[in-house]
């Protein structure tokens, strides 16, 4: 069990992790860090960490583990500063939607991959943001995906499994490739089309009222757009391949029901419909 | 106040309208109409309707208000059937999502478009189907678009408001290209969207278990996916050059927002984010 374990961001997600790690007991002291002192002083008086630096290497200086909980595009940056504390038996993981560009990103900040190094991603969340947004239970029956690497010390890995799993969670692990594909699917490019779809609307809006007339199932929709801009910014980038590469055929799906609808061919749209529909409805049953 | 009201289609919608306007005592019976016997018997057992009729213009005869509650595509069909029993003094309305669509083929049924017609669509609904998922509650602070035509009887108009009214809704009146347009823009689109996601990522499924690493925002983003597979054909192909103009807004914003995560624009994603986060916060706050 560690003793002291450093949240570095401490938001939703890091807020939430820190808030379950004390309900589960799972550490003697959590220390947070950030660049908004407003938020770590919040994230104190509610309890959810034990004492907080704005400079992420005194926060991490001890620290059994370090959690990065910043947006990706931070990584390289957080990691520079944290390198001269990182000693060898530190264990550093990360929350990071994406898992390729968070490995490189600490590749570059550090020279070298440690072995202590375990890259995770909880997928769990909310469109909210924030300390305020966190609670204790977010990752309960919630599924944290591990992308240990092929050099990774696999007591790093478990220990990281052992403090997610306390979290509530269910730990699975799979490469870095094969998690950027499942949540450029499942994630990232969801958000992106909703982010498009609420600017395409809101260009329209002045003219048309259009929100006005919008129903629960838009509201549904467009939830995820809701969501950090900054975080989703890094994270499109972070994950372009994956994202390209499906945005694609996406794309090229929704041209054949496109041309689908303008050619009045509607046995495509009902097949499409039905198995959508059949697969949503599986979905949520297993959800 | 009306005595009899024939409802066609005890479905979602068709039942959740029949059980408020009990609620309200609207009227002194309602009689139901509808291809499928089981569902219209468990809607009697249910108390949603006082008595049906497999045939709807047997349902109809005597029927002050004519509530066509099927999918649009189904309109000309039932309408066609339903001639020989309106007489001068009845009056037709429908709940139907596309306007321009019902309203041509109740003049391809009818030869004519009767001065008692008032075109109606509830913003109300859930991805569920069927009387069982109908409730007296879901028309409760909605809004109601009406768009009677320029010849439209202000006195049908003012009894098939009254009855929304009863039923709690909010209505309000556009001209039936308005409604289209912005219903395209509000449902059309996000359910579409949704579907077409759902079926490429099914496509890519067994390979990927892309489904078993989905979160809530996923779960939010397709929900409408899991709607009724025949309706949203008619659906699409009843609007379509509204549904298709504004795919292809969408397409080219989607194009432009692709082009931006190629070449590593971030400012560009950053913006749309930010001016997407913005609509929809004002949005929800609004709703």
Redesign the interface.
């Known amino acids: 069990m560690p003793g002291r374990i450093c949240i570095i961001g401490v938001g939703l997600i890091g807020g939430s992790f820190a808030r379950a790690l004390k309900a589960a007991n799972a550490c003697r002291e959590i220390v947070g860090a950030g660049r908004n002192e407003a938020q770590l002083v919040r994230a104190q008086e509610l309890g959810v960490i034990d004492a907080y630096a704005l400079d992420v290497a005194e926060a991490a200086r001890g620290a059994d583990v370090v959690v990065l909980a910043v947006p990706v595009g931070s990584t390289e940056g957080v990691v520079r500063q944290l390198a001269p504390v990182l000693g060898p038996n530190t264990i550093l993981t990360d929350v990071g939607s994406t898992k390729a560009s968070v490995v490189a990103a600490v590749e570059r900040a550090l020279g070298t991959l440690p072995p202590r190094f375990v890259p995770g991603h909880p997928?769990?969340?909310?469109?909210k943001s924030g300390v305020e947004a966190s609670f204790a239970e977010l990752f309960q029956q919630?599924?944290v995906?591990l992308t240990p690497l092929s050099h990774t010390d696999p007591e790093a890995t478990a220990t990281v499994r052992r403090l997610w799993e306390l979290a509530g969670a269910e730990v699975v692990e799979m490469d870095v490739q094969?998690h950027d594909?499942?949540?450029a699917?499942?994630?990232h490019?969801?958000?992106?089309?909703?982010?498009?779809?609420?600017?395409?609307?809101?260009r329209?809006?002045e003219r048309?009222?259009?929100?006005?007339?919008?129903?629960?199932?838009?509201?549904?929709?467009?939830?995820?757009?809701?969501?950090?801009?900054?975080m989703?910014?890094d994270i499109?980038?972070a994950n372009?391949d994956a994202?390209?590469d499906?945005?694609?055929?996406?794309?090229a799906?929704?041209?054949r029901?496109?041309a689908a609808?303008?050619e009045?061919r509607?046995e495509v749209?009902?097949e499409?419909?039905?198995?959508?529909?059949?697969?949503?409805?599986?979905?949520?049953e297993?959800?």
Chains 1, 2 share one sequence.
């Open positions: 997928i769990a969340g909310t469109e919630r599924r995906i094969h594909e499942v949540l699917a499942t994630s490019l969801p958000h992106l089309l909703a982010f498009a779809l609420v600017d395409t609307l809101a329209m809006e048309r009222e259009i929100f006005r007339f919008a129903a629960g199932g838009f509201r549904d929709f467009t939830r995820v757009a809701s969501s950090d801009p900054q989703w910014h499109c980038l372009r994202l390209l499906l945005l694609a055929t996406y794309q799906d929704l041209d029901l496109a609808v303008r009045g509607g749209l009902l499409t419909f039905r198995r959508a529909k059949a697969a949503r409805d599986r979905f949520t297993s959800g």
